[in-house]
């Protein structure tokens, strides 16, 4: 029952005196989309205390967004807030440090599309039907009454390009299409958008991605696509993490490809990895045991322990799941 929790959330949005958005760390379209969205429409509902504070600085290509200077470093916030905003994610340990500005007091929303059966907060819509929190979060808006502005519709329409891969992964529904409509009505540049968010690439992400798909090994017949990014690759590509995003699907996109792996390596003991599976493959359950998260056609986690032993463990994992699977 969405609407009713819809109802429920603006009811404590609109008595809340002041209020902090936020969202996962290494924050991708969605996350910087939905917390700014969302910080726009509180500000449209009242104008009290509304801060935004991510773990990690915003990517260069959502910095453009209306209010993305706004969003700060939790060092530099100061508590105590009585109303917790969390979008697209579900779990307190995956905002950071933003989680030390949390106090016992305060009351704790959530608004997520990821699959999660026990999600934190004091009141939580968590819908996997959703392709973004983006659409969720129009949702909300429609619910609060709140008019959509060119300022909303920019931020939501950025989470929902990003997570739907430019509407064509298989999350992107008639919803989806219905609610961009509405955001291109507002007067959206989407060529600019689309060139600034998905085209353009720094030259350290340029070099990043030619290590990156020399790193990239076909196995078991060219069904897993296994790609890595040491450490050694980032330094000497002068990359950023916000670099590595995306460069997964230039393995997922290999004819046969079920699916693809990307290994990156944070430090000796400390590995990222990213899943992409084909449908029919659910990469979120391949991660349970590893304790990850995502969707079925995406998903991460990361290992602790150092490369090599993360490879061995994850391709174990994969190829038991891909048994018995054509
Ligand atoms: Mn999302």
């Known amino acids: 029952m969405p609407q009713i929790k819809l109802g429920e959330m603006v009811q404590r949005l609109r008595q809340a005196k002041r209020i902090l958005v936020t969202s996962h760390v290494s924050p991708d379209g969605d996350a910087v989309g939905a917390v700014l969205a969302v910080y726009h429409i509180i500000r449209a509902l009242h104008d009290r205390d509304v801060v935004c504070s991510l773990a990690h600085p915003v990517p260069k290509r959502y910095a453009w967004l209306p209010g993305a200077d706004r969003i700060c470093p939790p060092e530099v916030c100061a508590p105590p807030f009585d109303v917790a905003v969390i979008v697209d994610v579900a779990q307190l340990d995956r905002i950071g440090a933003v989680s030390a500005l949390l106090g016992d007091d305060t009351q704790i929303i959530v608004l997520d599309h990821h699959l999660e059966t026990a999600p934190a907060g004091d009141l939580a819509v968590v819908d996997p039907r959703y392709a973004a929190t983006g659409e969720l979060i129009i ?65 350290a992400r340029f070099r990043l991605l030619i290590r990156f798909v020399n790193s990239v090994t076909l196995l078991d017949g060219g069904r897993i696509a296994l790609g890595t990014v040491t450490a050694n690759d980032m330094a000497e590509s002068e990359a950023l993490e916000e670099d590595t995003e995306g460069l997964i699907n230039f393995a997922r996109n290999i004819e046969g490809v079920d699916v693809a792996m990307l290994f990156r390596e944070v430090d000796n003991h400390t590995v990222k990895l990213s899943l992409r599976s084909r449908e029919g493959v659910n990469s979120a359950e391949i991660l349970r045991s590893l304790g990850g998260g995502g969707h079925a056609a995406a998903a991460g986690t990361t290992l602790e322990m150092p490369l090599r032993q993360a490879t061995a463990l994850a391709l174990r994992h994969v190829r038991e799941a891909l048994q018995g699977t054509l």
């Not at 008639?174 to 540049?189: D, K, Q």
């Open 139 to 203: 949702e909300l808006m429609d619910c609060a009454g709140v008019a959509l502005t060119r300022e909303i519709a920019e931020c939501a329409y950025v989470a929902l390009a990003t997570d739907t891969g430019s509407f064509k992964y298989s999350n992107t529904t008639e919803r989806s299409h219905r609610i961009a409509a509405r955001l291109v009505a507002t007067g959206l540049p989407v060529a600019e958008i689309g060139r600034r968010v998905f085209d353009e690439m720094s030259a």
